[in-house]
């Protein structure tokens, strides 16, 4: 049995003589601590409160306080470093624009630990979050200056995904913990809500002139011009061509003609639930492809193109010379939905674009709804489940529904030969090899064999903001008014010819 004497050494300073008196406190054989005192009576005193807290099990030993103080120094890790070590060991789970938001989301919180979001407190922060966000804008790109704007709140779409990301950030820390210590998830304030999704859905779609103009002043066989054809023929994200290589396309047709073709999508935003996704091609758009296909083989398409971030700064200069306003790239993929409402059932065209084809559709087609009835299914994305895509039909739709024909008519012979802009600072830094590897959901020219990309680098956070459906517009503007500035062709070649001498 431990004894229960006291355990008090006189210690002695060789200098002054002065004695003192240290109190070493041990309970069932381990050392609970110690206190050095200037009397004797202090150090009985301590010696008897820390002994018999111990003994109530108050007072842990001394190397069990250690390691628990070391459990714990994770909640006292700044949220912008587990926004790191989350995309950097979870890079399945991002997709394209998405993996930004960790990143932003790790900015935006700054120094803020972990040990901040626990219980009641946590949810009042979360919600104090909440308000601050709604102001708190980002341009593009992870590299940009925040800016608050108190005139100006982002949209609601924006401020959920962000609060989403939190939501994920918060979780996977607390995961992170070790097995012992004391973590509470936080407690939001009652009737906390996060903010409706797309609660303010854009209706602003590129028109035929307005594709036009950028045609000419990008030429229209330049990597510019033939980019914007493919995304508006195809409906895909800007983030999904720039990512697709030659061995991606098949094609339809014989005797030497393209009829249409299939563009196979490994790597999308939402291929961690749907997979692959296969994209009938229009005839226009398989031409294309294909004569790429013949210039870079197996490798990137469009090698020229660095990432969303330099495409969309082009489109920026380009908006800004002819004098369109209020556009976004990701508008031409709503040109595309809109334009093939009237040629593919909702079934049909949620397998090729993706589940968010069905998003605030409050009844399917006639054609669609039936199937779904009379196989009884209760949800549509069961019924989306069984269907398989008939490629070269729905190409063949595709190709009576393209707009290319009037888009094509529009243009004038001498806009149709080279007029490409020359490069960016940032288009030179590509490497001149063509078939060079395509670029990745990061935005980097690195793919991986399997899956995601696993390297990831300052230059991989900044690329893809723009990507997605989600949060950041291409054009800084916010007008959803369209400009007619530059009406007839003589005024669009002058401004296509001063640019191409203004920019470097």
Not at 26 to 39: N, Q
Not at 135 to 147: A, D, K, M
Not at 354 to 362: D, F, I, N
Request: aromatic share 8%; with cysteine.
């Amino acid at each position: 049995m431990t004894s229960k004497l006291e355990h008090i050494k006189v210690l002695t300073d060789p200098g002054s003589g002065k004695s003192r008196y240290q109190a070493r406190v041990y309970y069932r054989r381990k050392f609970i601590g110690s206190g050095v005192f200037d009397t004797a009576a202090l150090a009985r005193t301590f010696y008897k409160r820390t002994y018999e807290a111990a003994v109530r099990g108050e007072a842990k030993p001394a190397k069990d306080r250690r390691d628990q103080r070391q459990m714990e120094s994770k909640l006292d890790q700044p949220m912008n470093a587990w926004a790191e070590t989350f995309v950097k060991l979870n890079p399945s789970h991002i997709t394209n624009g998405r993996l930004n938001d960790y990143i932003l989301i790790g900015r935006l919180l700054g120094s803020r630990k972990l040990r901040d979001f626990q219980g009641k407190a946590g949810g009042q922060l979360i919600q104090e979050l909440r308000e601050e966000w709604k102001f708190t804008h980002f341009r593009r790109g992870i590299g940009s200056v925040l800016e608050y704007k108190p005139e100006k709140e982002v949209s609601s779409q924006t401020l959920r995904l962000r609060l989403s990301a939190l939501d994920v950030l918060i979780e996977f820390a607390s995961r992170e913990l070790p097995d012992g210590v004391d973590w509470k998830d936080p407690v939001m304030p009652f009737g906390y809500t996060k903010p409706p999704a797309h609660s303010n859905p854009r209706t602003r779609l590129p028109s035929n002139d307005e594709f036009m103009k950028l045609l000419v002043y990008f030429g229209e066989e330049s990597d510019m011009g033939e980019f914007l054809q493919v995304v508006d023929e195809t409906g895909c994200r800007a983030s999904e061509i720039l990512n697709t290589c030659g061995n991606d396309i098949t094609l339809f047709g014989g005797n030497g003609a393209v009829t249409g073709g299939v563009l196979t999508l490994l790597y999308h935003k939402t291929q961690r639930y749907i997979g692959k996704r296969d994209v009938p091609l229009a005839q226009h758009a398989a031409e294309i492809l294909g004569r790429r296909k013949e210039t870079y083989e197996n490798g990137s398409l469009f090698p020229n193109l660095v990432s969303i971030y330099s495409v969309c700064d082009d489109l920026d200069a380009a908006y800004t010379k002819l004098g369109i306003s209020g556009l976004q790239l990701k508008d031409f993929r709503r040109a595309f939905i809109t334009r093939s409402t009237s040629t593919l059932s909702d079934l049909e065209r949620a397998k090729i674009i993706g589940p968010s084809a069905l998003r605030g559709l409050k009844r399917l087609d006639n054609a669609s709804e039936t199937v779904k009835t009379a196989v009884g299914h209760s949800r549509v994305t069961t019924t989306l489940s069984y269907v398989v895509s008939e490629e070269e039909k729905m190409a063949n739709q595709l190709t009576s529904a393209s707009r290319w024909p009037e888009i094509s008519a529009m243009l004038p012979t001498a806009a149709i030969t080279s007029t490409v802009i020359p490069p960016t600072e940032l288009d030179r830094t590509v490497a001149a090899d063509a078939k060079s590897v395509p670029i990745n959901a990061y935005g980097t020219s690195e793919r991986a064999s399997s899956g995601a990309p696993a390297d990831f680098d300052e230059k991989g956070r900044i690329a893809q903001l723009a990507a997605t459906d989600g949060t950041t517009p291409c054009p800084a503007t916010d007008d959803v008014n369209s400009t007619e500035n530059a009406s007839t062709w003589a005024e669009t070649a002058a401004i296509r010819g001063a640019t191409q001498e203004a920019r470097p």
